[in-house]
């Protein structure tokens, strides 16, 4: 029976993970978007509302992620002139690296398969929202929208056909996630990259994904420690980000397990066995902030294993 208003989230991500640019994706507690649907009497959707809209999104749904997610679920059930009204409440700051556009376009597309009772089946909706993504940054992966769709780690197999693949998740892993107020652009961040990798960093890299797999299946943190070390991506976009290696340093001195950027940054992100761990990484970098008298938000984050929800 459907009950409205339909209020759905979808959390914020990390992508990459250090080893799997563009396949491989994490969703965290606390941050990301939300959506909520209702009836309308105008035909066709139209976003009514945008709250904490401090990027001055669009409400044209064509310009809009979580409005053309919507739309587009809308459009594959040949449904595009049912009167629907949306508010999104966007819950998390725009171009941080912790898949904003992701997690609207993930609430967008599950609000509207919430609101018309889940005609669709999950990876229409990935579809749908991984489309709506497109809009941010003109490229297509699904390594942000998928762990906002399916919570906790996904493993992006084939970006084109989406063949994507939920993995284990440890047990007490934690996340510190550390938002430096500095933009950039994931565009930029894209362009900077070489199209060419060398063979030697293919076999290190692809090593690495492999185990970083093996050790969510086997529970082992020896393993992942070793295999959380980017040798492709990170050292062309370290540079983007003032004090990265220092900050790394002291996430590594800590116990992190690893410290990485997160998407196309200018977050970063450090995996952590358990919370003391992840209480003393967080307390040092705010610290190295502080010292710096530069502005940093710290995210202390749980692996959020559930991905969008309706309430
Ligand atoms: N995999 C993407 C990147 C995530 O690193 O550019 C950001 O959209």
């Known amino acids: 029976m459907k009950t409205i208003p339909c209020k759905c989230f979808a959390p914020a991500s990390v992508a990459n993970v250090a ?14 978007d939300e959506v909520i649907l209702n009836d309308a009497t105008k035909k066709g959707l139209e976003i009514t509302l945008i709250r904490n809209n401090k990027a001055k999104l669009s409400k044209n749904i064509k310009e809009n992620v979580a409005g053309f997610a919507a739309w587009r679920v809308m459009q594959h059930l040949g449904i595009e002139d049912l009167p629907v009204k949306m508010e999104i409440n966007k819950r998390m700051p725009v171009g941080t690296g912790l898949g904003s556009s992701a997690s609207s376009a993930a609430a967008g597309a599950f609000a509207m398969n919430a609101f018309l009772d889940f005609p669709c089946d999950k990876m229409t909706i990935l579809r749908c929202a991984t489309e709506a993504e497109q809009i941010a940054d003109g490229a297509w992966h699904a390594d942000n929208v998928a762990p906002s769709l399916f919570g906790g780690f996904v493993l992006i197999r084939d970006n084109p056909s989406l063949d994507v693949v939920g993995l284990p998740c440890i047990p007490g892993l934690r996340a510190v996630v550390v938002y430096p107020h500095i933009k950039i652009l994931t565009k930029d961040s894209r362009d900077i990259l070489s199209e060419n990798v060398p063979l030697k960093s293919h076999i290190k890299q692809s090593g690495n994904l492999a185990a970083f797999v093996a050790a969510m299946y086997k529970s082992d943190l020896g393993l ?6 980017d040798v492709v991506i990170e050292p062309q976009r370290a540079k983007l980000i003032p004090d990265f290696y220092s900050i790394k340093d002291l996430a590594l001195e800590n116990g992190a397990l690893g410290f990485s950027i997160s998407g196309a940054g200018p977050s970063m992100f450090a995996l952590c066995a358990n919370s003391v761990i992840a209480d003393n990484i967080a307390d040092a970098v705010q610290k190295f902030f502080d010292d710096k008298k530069r502005p940093v938000t710290i995210y202390n984050s749980a692996i959020n294993l559930e991905g969008a929800k309706r309430y």
């Open 224 to 229: 992942l420690e070793r295999s959380l070390e």
């Open 19 to 32: 080893v799997g640019y563009d396949v491989l994706g994490f969703a965290i507690e606390e941050l990301g």
